[in-house]
């Protein structure tokens, strides 16, 4: 499905990737980890195409992508780092704006299918999202990336800032998705919660992506337990 060859990305002249090359199946989560500040949200936004790519390939479904913005490739999804929720849009608002292409009845279709999985926001679709829990927020901003039906969603830093109770819930709601088929593309500061879902693993270290086992990284005494970009 997503395949990432060979992947170099600079910033301000310098390299912050070499080198990178790793892919994600449908129904398979791939978690990146590392250290503050190892480059993962960078990686993470030249896959999807936030970032220009200096070296490399990205083939999403055997098509090269590597120069086409993240807007224009169909059935890739994003739950960016801080959610980026408009505050004033209501929850159907902001779900009906990213309901993909179609019609007002697909669109209607696309959110009903998209809120029989986040029954909160079922019971708050007049409310402005900026009047939300954290916890809320963070299952609107999942929500927008999944009524599009993608095929694939890239996760950045999913949990940070949520409770405890509510980052089990996103973790748990991710795990659903894998069931669904759906690949994900995931980094968060939650290290060991991440890593026990993961189907595969890689780790950034001096600009280079390694793949590890989660349970040789989980009892690493070298690597911190919560990382974030």
């Known amino acids: 499905m997503l395949e990432v060859k060979g992947l170099t990305v600079t910033w301000r002249g310098e390299s912050v990737i070499d080198d990178a090359s790793f ?12 250290a503050n500040g190892s480059g993962k949200s960078s990686l993470i936004r030249a896959v999807i195409g936030l970032t220009p790519v200096k070296r490399g390939r990205v083939l999403w479904h055997g098509r090269e992508v590597t120069k086409q913005p993240f807007h224009k490739r169909d059935g890739m999804a994003l739950v960016p780092e801080g959610r980026q929720l408009a505050p004033t849009l209501t929850v159907e608002e902001t ?32 409310q402005p999202a900026g009047t939300l829990s ?19 969603i890239v996760l950045d830093e999913p949990t940070l800032g949520l409770s405890p109770a509510a980052a089990k819930d996103a973790f748990s709601m991710m795990n659903g998705l894998r069931d669904d088929g ?34 040789d990284h989980k009892t690493s005494k070298q690597e911190p337990t919560a990382c974030s970009a």
């Open 134 to 152: 954290g916890g809320e927020a963070q299952m609107l901003s999942l929500a927008r990336a999944l009524v599009g039906r993608p095929r694939l």
């Open 23 to 34: 892919s994600v199946q449908p129904g398979e989560i791939v978690v990146l980890t590392g």
């Open 182 to 215: 759906i690949g994900l593309l995931l980094t968060d500061q939650d290290s060991r919660a991440a890593l026990a879902l993961a189907d595969r693993a890689f780790v950034l270290e001096d600009r280079r992506l390694r793949p590890i086992t989660p349970t």
């Open 95 to 126: 779900l009906l704006l990213s309901a993909g292409r179609g019609g007002a009845k697909k669109r209607h279709a696309d959110l009903q299918n998209t809120l029989h999985r986040f029954p909160i926001l079922a019971a708050r679709l007049g």
